[in-house]
């Protein structure tokens, strides 16, 4: 952290200072702005200091985050069986992992409900998200409400409901129900994201491709699709990760044979520690990361540069 | 969309194009389903279980009863000891000292990442953004590899001879409120760089130019400016935290003193078999939430027309 290129312009450099205020709270800042008010006390933070608050307090919250997760890499390559003291370096937990049977069928059942939840879940958004941005229908003020509430309800919630409803309508817990849920709380988020997008589309892209003779059709595939396509795979990833990482709604949603990783990992973490979870951990880990950097190399918009 | 007239008018899809309402139903048909179907009629259901007496495992629709909102608030573990009431409180309270935490903490972070160069700004952005996507359970399971009693932290004080006797400081309210604060400080700081990066710094040095302080500017150019990014981090960190269950089992293992509501319904549906009194707590919890959203708003609102003035 310590390479960090400080390239603050002296100008900026007063105004630097600014957000570490924000830190002395709402009461002080106020009480600390009536006090300067008067034209001659004008109280300014010197700029080295505001900067170097900063900077430590980014340091920290850096550390802070990253600290944990870099001593459950490194642990999950220690050779023993318990406790923090090293032993020596060993790929014993990974190996026992690809031997889980659990873990395996665990991590295929999660791979299927992500699959299908993201792939319902984003078409069902996207067409939503065109119905509300450039459609007007009756109610559609209650129908964006109950939309987005799965957004703004605690998730325990929609989780207990589900297997209420489940239940009433005699429906036996599968991996199915934990499909259907996972679509459900995914549609919102693919909606809000592919939305946004259409709120800053251009349709005179649209009009000067029907004016050149391509078709509704065409002019959607050609044209609206490509344009969105950044959001949609924006959506996609979003649904995705939010399936495979989900507890709450799954653990209410799922039946007898239908543990998903996280649903193992939650059941073992509560036990106790065991090394093979580290090595999962890791594993899972790594695979976030790559997600993130895979969807934000997708979402580099080229479409988007093409059309201007 | 004029042009659509000199086009020829044959077969299906141009008999929907001249018709925007059948477009319009047949894009909304499938989300209605989904969200009729399986969330109002679902939540329905839940008021309904929320007014049924105790039956263990199934729902008795046959006898209606008010007991289970009544024993939320009369539910006594000892003489002025309201169970359940406490629980709330608790929750609520975890849940606002977080959003503080995380915005005390998360907008100057905000603030440093956003001032970066361009190089510097995606990368450390994108620190952040790994462990936003990153699976939540396995961020709070390494905390316990650090904290639980033969942790990492015990030993190398152990080690040190700083301490004599390792520290219990698993099961305790503070560290759990510490894993609350690390689980979701990333979703506080992304909104709040997303709007932090759009403002125009050389508003701060206009508003300094003009004679105010570090404080004032901070308070009356800044932060009104920048408030969009406060309340919808405030917004996406309150609500999880709130009904969260995960990190006060993990890190507090539902010792008294770290119960939180969340633990609370699980229990009901999933040991305990309290249909009925699980689904009254749920409906108050999404009321309590609501109402908190609505006063936020609200809060947040004058804030920034006082700021503005």
Redesign the interface.
Known sequence: MSA??Y??KP??M??????????A?HAQ??S??QA??R?PA????PAWL?NL???S??LV??L??????V??IV?SFNSAR????WTGFSLDWYNKLLHDGNIGSAAIKTLIVAGFATVIST???T??A??LER???VGKVV?EG??Y??I???????G??????F??VGVDLSLVTVI??H??FC?PFV?VIVRARLADFDRRLE?AA??LGA???ATFRKVTLPLLMPAIIGGAVMAF?LS??D??VT??TAGVGSTTL?LY??SQ??VG?TPV??AL?TI??VA??G??LTS?FLQRDPAGKKAK | ?K??DI?ENRGL?AWV?RR??V???G??L???I??GL??????L??VG?SFTAKKAG??DWTHWTLNNYVSLVTNFAGDFDPLYLNIFLRSLWFALLTTVICL??G???????A???E??RAA?I??????F???????T??????F?K???LN?LLLDGHIIKQPLDMMFTPGLVLFGLV?GY??FMVLPLYAS?EKFD?SL??AA?DL??????????V??PLTMPGVVAGS?LVF??V?????TS??LGAQSSGTLMV?NT??NQ??KSQN?PL??AM??V??AV??LA?IIYFRVARGDKEGAAL
């Open positions: 960090i290129n390239n603050d100008g900026q007063n105004a630097a200072i600014v957000a570490k205020e924000q830190a709270g800042a106020g600390a702005a300067i008010s034209p004008r109280l300014a933070l505001g608050l900063l900077k307090n980014a919250v850096f802070v985050l990253y600290l944990p997760v001593i459950l642990f318990s406790g923090v003291n078409i069902i958004g067409m939503t065109l119905a459609h007007k229908f129908f109950v939309m509430l799965p703004i309800i605690p998730e325990i919630v929609m207990l409901s589900l297997l209420l409803f239940r009433a259907i849920a679509v459900v549609i909606a009009e029907m004016d078709d509704e059709l990760t495979i990482d507890v709450i653990q209410f996280p990992i939650y973490v509560r520690i979870i580290n951990s899972m880990l976030s990361i997600l993130v934000l | 969309m042009q659509l086009k899809a194009r925007p309402g477009q319009a139903a894009l909304l499938p989300g209605l989904a969200f399986f969330f109002v009629i679902p939540l259901i839940v279980v199934t729902v005390l903490v907008y100057p972070l905000a603030y440093f990442i001032r970066r160069g190089k510097w450390l994108l620190l952040i953004m790994i462990p996507w990153t699976n939540f359970l396995v961020r399971y390494a905390l316990q590899l650090i639980r033969e942790g990492l030993s690390y400080l990333p932090i710094f701060l040095e300094q004679g105010a302080g570090t404080f004032r500017t901070l308070r009356k800044l932060l917004i609500i999880p709130v009904g969260s269950y995960v089992d993990l969340g319904i699980e549906f999933l249909w699980g689904s749920s409906l919890l999404m939430v609501l959203i």
